[in-house]
């Protein structure tokens, strides 16, 4: 493998061609901040908060797009690369409604953290603001386009990774937006609902409708999981407040899908809390089923099983395990089947 | 899977597709496939409807239902006659190749032609593409397996990847997958008639009597029974009792009417679910269930991929299903000793030498695919590298099978079934969201065939067969081919299943849900 050596920050590193000054940076532990980057998808260099000085360069340049080259000398954080980025910041908050309170994305926005950490308040330059109407026709993502800063992660993400290629970037300047075909809403398009845009939006533009007004990202407890639906075996993190499931959200650690998931496995997870759930043991009672105790049903169960069994040998008795549950609970259908009531007689609806 | 779904965009060359609607059904596989394909793969799609790869694909052969085998036959005729097999691998790796050649010499390109409707120009591309490309992934799902010759449409696939060398190397492989979450961890786990978990087999003495021993109970010696056949069983009085544990026949199964006939002549019937469904409605115990994320224990994916499953909120039924089952085999007399799914999942992997390698610990980053053997075992990305389970692959010369149910003057339309990307069994109807949007069935018209029967788009339609008779909505649409009507079978109000073929593959009893005749009128 062919090596450079470059220096960063003052400092000589040696990595394999190729690489960008960004990650040579962050092998030597220095952090640049990004917003349009992302690493699962490819480079653009659109938001210019990666710049960096490169001697002999004639402007700052965008080190998540840059190749290093041999002999560079870059410098991460010098007082003309604060200054670019801070002015960024200053350009983008000037056109950004600065609602953060109420923002489903406090405490998860990346705008946020870089105005703390550059000490951006309030955009020096006063301007016209947009005010487009808040997208809340589908029951899934909400779209607020006064939010977006043009990063275009997400029109990345639709088609690189979903290949679905349902939104792009339409107008010009000031005008210039992320929209489905002919600026129609998500449900006049052929969006397929994967939220893959909604796991890459750095700011409130993209957020999860189920989530909104369930709890601020912090008080948040996210468990990794694997996804109840197809046999894919993706992963993800359930989102849990107070003991209530409130959400999903992407886990890019996961080894098959990273931060991909489809409808059902992203918005799909409501069912655990739908009210028509059985919460209690059934008995039917003349045709109708009454609520009883996990006593009185089980002991009915044992009393019946034992029963039949003894009068019509074990082979009177089948079980249906599931392919939904657990490899644990399919163990255990299929040792109570062959253990307890003696017979071979159990399948699943692999076959069905 | 004899392969891994990663391999999809890191090393297959050709991706061939037959009877899987991948973008739908298994979309993060979908969506690989497609993202390979534009980085420069090539694909090929084989499917009588326009599925969405199909648009991506650079051969979209539009089959004519049931006739996988012709098919097959007929790229191994090309195959075998051009000499673009892989003597090598066909030589050392594999047996019986006679015959299967002496099959195939009869399904010439013309002969397979007429029977498939692909024309002999694509099948000749088709068999030197996949042929002649190193590294080619066939993937099926259950357009291959869902038809009374799904065991030979599935050995038909294993032919043509042996023939041509695509077996044993990343990005290669006959790689079917799996519809649901754990439908492969339900098999590895012995929840069939005729193994253990492991699939260690039940009539083979020394197995049973390590079960025998590990369980300190005397074990049944016979072959149980399969899921159609247990229904069989509760109509003709043979079966009295039934544990049903999530799921829903009734809405799943073919042929419904069958099955509620069943379930109403069981003397009880307990059904273990998260809401009262239709096969919950005949049970004489409803025991509620925990749902996924109210447990904790591990799922098993279509590549083998045995992954953990967390517990993030409290059992809405306030116990785990785990418990369940002790709780019900203690009133039983036989008290099952856990502490938690983790002590579950270690006896299992201590009985069953594919999986005695893998524990939650192993588990906790990325999973592990089996088989793992050992604690120091990695897993298992690809299946088959130095030899097959059995030694040799044994190729076999399968001739043509004809769906049991055809199109006729009375029934004159093919009737197709699957699932539709936004629904999944029977779980999503109780998503608000989902549901809200998806909430009633629209089945595929062609066109020509709308004109024909004065069906306008989203016209109510009655779909008849000699099993039943069901109403939906019309969605006019090229995906399907002229005489085929397409329905999922998600909706109560439209119960698909309940006018499916009767035909059974007579080895696995998986129901022809792709393939019935039936009649189409306006409703």
Known sequence: MEMVKLTINGIEIEVPAGTTILKAAEQMGIKIPTLCFLEELSSVGACRMCVVEVKGARALVASCAAAVAPGMDVQTHSPAVMEARKMMLDLLVANHPLDCMTCEKMGDCNLAELCYEYGVKESIFKGDKHHYPIEMSNPFIVRDMNKCILCGRCVRACAEITGQDTIDFIYRGFNSKVAPFYDEELVESNCVYCGQCVSVCPTGALTERQMAGQGRRWEITKVKTTCPFCGTGCNFDLNVKDGKLIGVTSNSSAPVNGRALCIKGRFGWDFVNNENRLTTPLIKKDGKFVETSWEEALDLIAKSLKEIKEKNGPDSFAALSSARCTNEENYLVQKFTRAVMGTNNVDHCART | ?523
């Open chain 2, 1 to 523: 899977m004899t392969n891994s779904i990663n391999e999809i965009t890191t090393d297959a060359q050709l991706m061939m597709l037959i009877g899987t609607n991948t973008t739908e059904a298994h979309p993060i596989i979908g969506y690989k496939m497609r993202q390979a394909k534009r980085n420069g793969a090539k694909l090929i799609v084989v499917d009588p409807r326009r599925i969405d790869l199909a648009e991506e694909a650079d051969y979209w052969l539009r089959i004519n239902s049931g006739t996988d085998i012709p098919f097959l036959n007929g790229l191994m005729h090309i195959i075998i006659k051009e000499g673009l097999y892989d003597k090598n691998f066909v030589e050392t790796r594999c047996e019986n190749f006679e015959a299967l050649e002496s099959t195939v010499k009869n399904y010439t390109p013309d002969y397979v032609s007429k029977l498939t409707g692909i024309s002999e120009d694509d099948l000749y591309a088709v068999a030197r593409l996949y042929a002649t490309t190193d590294r080619a992934m066939l993937f099926y799902t259950l357009g291959i397996t869902e038809h009374i010759c799904g065991t030979q449409n599935v050995m038909s696939c294993a032919n043509l990847a042996m023939l041509t060398g695509h077996l044993g190397r990343p990005g290669t492989g006959v790689n079917p997958i799996r519809g649901q979450n754990n439908v492969q961890g339900a098999c590895d786990m012995g929840a069939l008639p005729n193994v253990y978990s492991g699939y260690q087999p039940v009539i083979n003495t020394d197995v049973r009597k390590k079960f025998e021993q590990a369980w300190g109970v005397s074990l049944p010696d016979k072959v149980g029974l399969m899921i159609p056949q247990m229904f069989d069983a509760a109509n003709n009085g043979q079966v009295k009792a039934m544990y049903i544990l999530g799921e829903n026949p009734v809405l799943t199964d073919p042929n419904s009417n069958h099955i509620r006939k069943g379930l109403d002549k069981l003397e009880f019937l307990v059904v273990q679910e998260l809401f009262l469904t239709e096969t919950a409605e005949y049970a004489d115990v409803i025991l509620p269930a925990a749902s996924f994320a109210e447990t904790n224990g591990t799922f098993t994916s279509t590549e083998r991929r045995v992954q953990r499953v967390r517990k993030a909120i409290e059992p809405v039924p306030g116990q785990g299903n785990w418990q369940t089952i002790m709780a019900m085999s203690a009133k039983m007399g036989y008290p099952m000793e856990y502490n938690d799914p983790e002590e579950i999942w270690d006896e299992m992997a201590s009985l069953s030498p594919s999986l005695t390698g893998i524990t939650y610990e192993r588990l906790e980053e990325k999973g592990i695919q089996w088989p793992c053997q050992s604690c120091d075992h990695p897993g298992t990305a690809c299946l088959h590298a130095a030899s097959f389970t059995r030694g040799k692959g044994l190729f076999q010369g399968i001739d043509h099978i004809p769906p049991q149910e055809v199109p006729d003057e009375e029934y004159p339309f093919l009737l197709n079934t699957g699932r539709i990307l936004q629904h999944y069994n029977v779980t999503t109807p109780y998503s608000k969201g989902i549901q809200s949007m998806w909430s009633e069935e629209h089945s595929e018209v062609n066109p020509d065939d709308a004109c024909k029967l004065g069906v306008e788009n989203g016209d109510m339609i009655k779909v008849t067969s000699r099993r039943g008779s069901i109403t939906a909505r019309a969605k006019v649409t090229d995906r399907v081919p002229p005489g085929m009507i397409w329905m999922s079978f998600h909706y109560a109000a439209s119960p698909t299943n309940a006018i499916t073929s009767e035909g059974l593959d007579p080895i696995t009893k998986t129901g022809e849900y792709k393939v019935a005749a039936v009649k189409v009128e306006k409703a």
